[in-house]
């Protein structure tokens, strides 16, 4: 697959780092196929997570996640579900490699940025998610 699927979370957007970030990913030779501020209810920020539901941080995420605006974006690289988590990071920033979005711009494990889709699969499902047709170039 050629494409994942991106948000820039709420915390990163209230600090203003929609711009630093989104320099970083077409550095890495990224191209946006897709593009949109907007912000996710607690009920869409449920089903976007549902695979965690159950699990002890879940109720969390959903809140955060709901808080305020995101960034969602498609994003085109050859291999770019893997490359773009190579860029992004260790979910928790303490364990981000030097020089990866996380590590960079996450203040914890719960508030780390970005999210970045995890399979071909589910970047599929996700780019659906946010996107419609027309919105993709
Ligand atoms: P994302 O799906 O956001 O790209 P990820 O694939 O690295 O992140 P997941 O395991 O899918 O991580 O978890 C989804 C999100 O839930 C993480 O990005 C993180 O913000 C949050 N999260 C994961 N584990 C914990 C935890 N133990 N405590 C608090 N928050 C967590």
């Given at each position: 697959g050629n494409t994942t699927l991106t948000m820039i979370k709420p915390g990163a957007v209230r600090r203003n780092l929609i711009g630093p970030i989104l320099g970083m990913i077409t550095e890495h030779g990224f191209k946006v196929e897709a593009l949109k501020l907007t912000k996710l209810s607690a009920r869409q920020a449920a089903k976007f997570y549902e695979?965690?539901?159950?699990?002890?941080f879940y109720d969390g995420l959903v809140n955060y996640m709901s808080s305020g605006p995101i960034v969602a974006a498609i994003i085109r690289k050859d291999n770019a579900v893997a490359e773009f988590r190579e860029l992004i990071g260790n979910t928790d920033p303490e364990k981000a490699s030097e020089g990866t979005i996380r590590k960079l711009f996450a203040e914890s494990l719960s508030h780390n940025a970005v999210h970045g889709s995890d399979s071909d699969e589910n970047a599929a499902k996700e780019a659906a998610f946010f996107f419609s047709e027309t919105e993709r170039f």
């Amino acid at each position: 697959g050629n494409t994942t699927l991106t948000m820039i979370k709420p915390g990163a957007v209230r600090r203003n780092l929609i711009g630093p970030i989104l320099g970083m990913i077409t550095e890495h030779g990224f191209k946006v196929e897709a593009l949109k501020l907007t912000k996710l209810s607690a009920r869409q920020a449920a089903k976007f997570y549902e695979v965690h539901r159950g699990k002890p941080f879940y109720d969390g995420l959903v809140n955060y996640m709901s808080s305020g605006p995101i960034v969602a974006a498609i994003i085109r690289k050859d291999n770019a579900v893997a490359e773009f988590r190579e860029l992004i990071g260790n979910t928790d920033p303490e364990k981000a490699s030097e020089g990866t979005i996380r590590k960079l711009f996450a203040e914890s494990l719960s508030h780390n940025a970005v999210h970045g889709s995890d399979s071909d699969e589910n970047a599929a499902k996700e780019a659906a998610f946010f996107f419609s047709e027309t919105e993709r170039f």
